[in-house]
């Protein structure tokens, strides 16, 4: 893992407890260790935004960064589909107005939309007296509601990430459910040791969630990220 990079961006930040940083930050660290990311580009005005969306190419997804905002759809900060620089404009105003209203400090993520893949979840919680806890589930309503999710402690191996993704009720999904093509697990085991070293390695880290992960039939996508210190 590139952990300087990584470690550089922990100090820059600060390490106060229950600081959050924002979605951006956190892809940072992900990328840093390994775990594909979205293409993002992050803004601080409108027009910035628009020239982010040239590069990026629609269609596109717009966000709010804030480290005010934790669930930044709750807020109405979230578009997903954006087709063409109008569309971007009105959704970035639509932000804006909203933040100037609460009052808090926000940006613009500008980030390639991904492509439709099955929603999973990794995340980490760190336990004073386990350690991190490994966290892998499938996205929406499977943890949500049915509170289907496997947790190890590290250091894991291979194959017992492996029977942590097997053994979620949710498994059948993995391989391929109405027409959809079965997962690539192995991906899917990487995010998860990948994250139990970042994890180990940044003791500052409390909490890690990479909600949604998308999973295809090639890859994985982290398209969301927090991480709290
Ligand atoms: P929140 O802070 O509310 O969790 P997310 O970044 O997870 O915000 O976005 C909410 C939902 O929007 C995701 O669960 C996913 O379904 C969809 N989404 C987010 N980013 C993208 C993207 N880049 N491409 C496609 N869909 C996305
Ligand atoms: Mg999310």
Redesign the pocket.
């Known amino acids: 893992m590139q952990s300087k990079v990584a470690k550089n961006l922990l100090e820059g930040v600060g390490t106060g407890n229950g600081r959050v940083l924002t979605?951006y930050e956190s892809k940072k660290i992900f990328r840093a260790a390994g775990i594909p990311v979205?293409e993002e580009i992050l803004a601080e005005t409108i027009e910035d935004a628009i020239a982010a969306g040239a590069k990026i190419g629609y269609p596109l997804?717009l966000?709010i960064s804030s480290p005010d905002?934790?669930?930044?759809?709750?807020?109405g900060?979230?578009y997903?589909?954006l087709r063409d620089e109008a569309e971007l404009e009105l959704a970035a105003s639509n932000i804006r107005e909203q933040a100037l209203a609460e009052g808090i400090e926000f940006a613009f993520l500008v980030?390639?939309?991904?492509e439709?893949g099955q929603?999973l979840l990794v995340g980490s919680k760190r336990d004073p007296t386990f350690g991190p806890a490994l966290i892998f589930g499938l996205?929406?309503v499977f943890t949500e509601i049915l509170d289907d999710v496997s947790i190890r402690i590290p250091p894991i191996d291979r194959e017992e990430a492996r029977r942590m993704v097997r053994e979620i009720k949710g498994a059948p999904v993995l391989d391929g459910f109405r027409g959809m093509p079965p997962l690539d697990i192995e991906a899917i085991i990487d995010v998860i040791l990948k994250v139990a070293t970042i994890m180990e390695t940044f003791e500052a880290i409390t909490e890690l969630d990479i909600?949604?992960l998308?999973g295809y039939e090639k890859g994985v996508l982290a398209?969301?990220g927090?991480i709290v210190l």
Do not use: C, I, W, Y
Not at 111 to 114: K, L
């Open positions: 979605e979205t997804v966000k905002v934790r669930h930044k759809s709750d807020f900060g979230v997903v589909g980030q390639e939309m991904a439709a929603e996205g929406g909600n949604p998308l398209v969301d927090l």
